[in-house]
């Protein structure tokens, strides 16, 4: 079973606007691809609202918070939970701080899960556009084109990172990400909806209704 620390730091690192793969796909896909990702590219800081259903084994309802996801600039990233209770989690300078509302700060080191240090580098690599440094860490699959619907689906290449993260899956629509999938490798599920789509968040969701709401035109 995945830690509390561990999931505060899957949590941390859902942001996601951007992905790229070059070296296997021919050069027509690749350039598609590439036309994605100069679509969502956007400088730090960058924010956008989520709303997040985790589906969790050991719970017969799905655990869903919402607020708003942050990328600062680097290796700092932060999550403002805002419903149902104010929670704020921060990664900068390789440690972990969490904040709640009437509650001493807790601090951790990203080096106690050297795993999760892999993630955030792939992540920011991710959020900064650097290609070739987020193929090494992932194989990702794409299918559709910036012109309409399209999935990103990112595979961990690392053994201790599939440990933790089976596989990421991004949905999207034109130059805009509207959901991120995680699957965990103990078989939770964390669904992310982005932007807009947060405000859709049912109260008591589904898979399938989450399904469903990442796959509709807006």
Do not use: N
Request: glycine letters at 6%.
């Amino acid at each position: 079973m995945i830690s509390g620390k561990t999931r505060l730091l899957l949590s941390l690192l859902l942001p996601c606007w951007a992905a790229t793969a070059w070296a296997s796909e021919p050069a027509v896909a690749a350039t598609s691809t590439q036309a994605v990702i100069a679509a969502l590219r956007q400088p730090a800081p960058a924010h956008t609202a989520f709303a997040e259903a985790r589906f969790l084994k050991m719970l017969d309802r799905p655990l869903v918070v919402s607020g708003q996801l942050s990328w600062l600039g680097d290796d700092r990233l932060q999550r403002r939970v805002e419903q149902p209770r104010a929670e704020t989690a921060t990664i900068a300078d390789g440690e972990v701080t969490q904040q709640r509302d009437g509650k001493p700060a807790r601090h951790f080191s990203l080096k106690r899960a050297p795993q999760l240090q892999v993630l955030l580098d792939s992540f920011v690599a991710l959020l900064s556009g650097d290609a070739a440094r987020l193929q090494q860490a992932f194989e990702i699959q794409r299918e559709g084109d910036a012109a309409g619907a399209w999935t990103l689906t990112l595979v961990p290449r690392d053994a201790r990172v599939a440990k933790t993260v089976a596989r990421i899956r991004i949905d999207g629509l034109g130059d805009q990400s509207r959901c991120m999938h995680m699957q965990e490798a103990d078989g939770d599920l964390a669904v992310d909806l982005l932007g807009p789509l947060a405000e859709k968040m049912p109260a008591e969701p589904t898979r399938a209704e989450l399904q469903a709401l990442c796959a509709d035109s807006p």
